[in-house]
């Protein structure tokens, strides 16, 4: 079935570094993508989103940009600090229909990747 | 501003033993609620969804079930838990009718069934 995967399980980068996380989706339909950061025993924090209809979004040191030719997405964070160790996540999210004139999605995750940085 | 809340933080229970954790949403109304799983080191998983009071749909079929009480409220049960039923569960709620949904998650419950 589709699935939104990841290449890199692990990224250990240094404290000032920039970090790239990467991520692959196969599902042509998926019109909105967001990244989330979970910290351990926490709930995933929303971090970044963006839609199909663009291919570059900017937030507080996080960039996503999204390929749809090839079907993916990176999350860049510049300068990075020890406080940005974490799992992070993909998600791309599926318009699942109506109900009760109600629009709903259904996200779906990618595995993670770790991200460690040293200081 | 809206806020989730989550309980408990972390549960031990005997395989057989019944489950219930609950989740409230503050600050918004007719929200869309949700219930993942997350295996250690893993992704995760949806369980449950609900767009309404009483409306409920299953992603996956397992030993759970959940109910909607009230709009803001959200509640996983078990009859009896399985081993295999151990694991993270978070409870996430997103803003009903909108077209992206982002979804903004609970602290979340550590489940261990012994």
């Known amino acids: 079935g589709e699935s939104v995967g990841l290449h890199l399980p692990t990224l250990s980068v240094q404290e000032g570094d920039n970090s790239i996380i990467n991520c692959a989706y196969s599902n042509s339909a998926s019109d909105y993508f967001i990244w989330y950061k979970q910290e351990s025993g926490k709930g995933p924090q929303f971090i970044i989103d963006i839609r199909s209809n663009m291919d570059k979004r900017q937030g507080q040191r996080v960039t996503v940009l999204l390929n749809k030719t090839v079907k993916h997405l990176s999350l860049q964070i510049a300068a990075t600090q020890p406080g940005d160790s974490a799992v992070y996540f993909c998600?791309?999210?599926?318009?699942?229909?109506?109900?009760?004139?109600?629009?709903?999605?259904?996200?779906?995750f990618g595995q993670g990747t770790i991200l460690t940085v040293h200081p | 501003s809206q806020t989730i809340h989550q309980w408990p933080a972390t549960l031990v229970q005997p395989v057989g033993s019944p489950l219930s954790l609950e989740c409230t949403v503050e600050g918004t109304s007719n929200p869309n609620l949700y219930w993942y799983r997350q295996a250690a080191g893993r992704g995760l998983q949806l369980l449950f969804y609900?767009?309404?009071?009483?409306?409920i749909s299953s992603e996956v079929p397992q030993n759970l079930s959940a109910s909607r009480p009230q709009d803001r409220q959200f509640i996983l049960s078990s009859k009896k838990l399985l081993l295999s039923d151990s694991g993270f569960y978070l409870c996430?709620?997103?803003?009903?009718?909108?077209?992206?949904?982002?979804?903004?998650f609970g602290s979340g419950t550590q489940l261990s069934v012994l």
């Open positions: 996430a709620w997103a803003t009903s009718g909108q077209i992206n949904e982002k979804l903004f």
């Open positions: 998600a791309e999210n599926i318009i699942q229909g109506k109900a009760g004139g109600t629009s709903y999605g259904k996200l779906t």
């Open positions: 609900s767009v309404g009071i009483g409306q």
